[in-house]
Each structure stands twice: as structure tokens, then as C-alpha cells.
């Protein structure tokens, strides 16, 4: 969170690669304020806002959810437009017999919105679906 030096020395078209905010303290902690305050320190680096992150999309997080509330909007990269293609053809004509299985979910509202479906994750201890 200390990169304003070196994004201040950036020329026009260069990028800066922050490292993984996963573990850092403000990233996903309980309290709003704090994971918005790190979310408004990382907007002052940020010139346009692309997630490309399917699998972390859903977590209300400073660099997921934050940083596009404070910069006023966001997109969706390539990896994403892709999820949601496969998805929505899946759930509009499904192979039968169609089984769908998401995992690593942290309780039940975790989930993914598709029009009129939506998917449940449910965490689960180790298991094999053939």
C-alpha cells in the first residue's frame, strides 16, 4: 500500500504489478471502514478498474468490491466474459443429465447471480463426482 513513489515515476503506457493484497490486513476484514480505507488508498493508483478474477468476483472485499465504489465503476476483463458465456449457454440448454458443482464457498450466500438462475456454492469436505 506504499506505492505511490513508484507510481508516480510511471510514463505514459507503463504498468505497475502490486503484489498479491490477498493476505493484507484491510483486504477482507469485517469492517467496512477498514476495508474501505484500504480500498481509497489503493483508487488514488487506480486509472481504470478491470477485474478479471471469476473465481474471487464475489467476495466483498477493498480491491474487489471497494476500489470500484470509490472510482465509480469497473469492468470486466476476458477471463470473466468468458465464465459468464459458458455459464449462461450451460444454464439456457443443458446437456442432460447436467450436474454443477462449485466448491471453496464460504457459506451459502455466496453465489452466482445468472438472469433468471442462480447457483448455489455450498462448501463441502473433500469429494470425488464422476
Not at 452466482?112 to 438462475?117: A, C, E, R, Y
Given at each position: ?93 443443458p446437456h442432460q443429465p447436467c450436474l454443477l458443482y462449485t466448491s471453496d464457498a464460504a457459506d451459502e450466500e455466496d453465489s452466482v447471480d445468472l438472469g433468471d438462475s442462480r447457483i ?11
Amino acid at each position: 500500500l506504499t506505492a505511490g513513489p513508484q507510481v508516480a515515476k510511471l510514463r505514459n503506457g507503463e504498468v505497475l504489478l502490486l503484489e498479491n493484497l490477498r493476505f493484507h490486513k484491510g483486504e477482507d476484514s469485517k469492517d467496512v471502514g477498514a476495508r474501505m480505507q484500504m480500498a481509497s488508498i489503493l483508487a488514488q493508483y487506480t486509472d481504470l478498474y478491470v477485474c478479471d478474477a471469476f473465481g474471487t468476483a464475489h467476495r466483498d472485499t477493498a480491491s474487489m468490491t471497494g476500489i470500484p465504489r470509490i472510482v465509480g465503476a469497473g469492468i470486466a476483463g476476458y477471463l470473466i466474459e468468458r465464465e459468464v458465456t459458458f455459464l449462461s449457454k450451460l444454464m439456457k440448454a443443458p446437456h442432460q443429465p447436467c450436474l454443477l458443482y462449485t466448491s471453496d464457498a464460504a457459506d451459502e450466500e455466496d453465489s452466482v447471480d445468472l438472469g433468471d438462475s442462480r447457483i448455489i456454492k455450498k462448501k463441502r469436505k473433500k469429494e470425488n463426482i464422476i
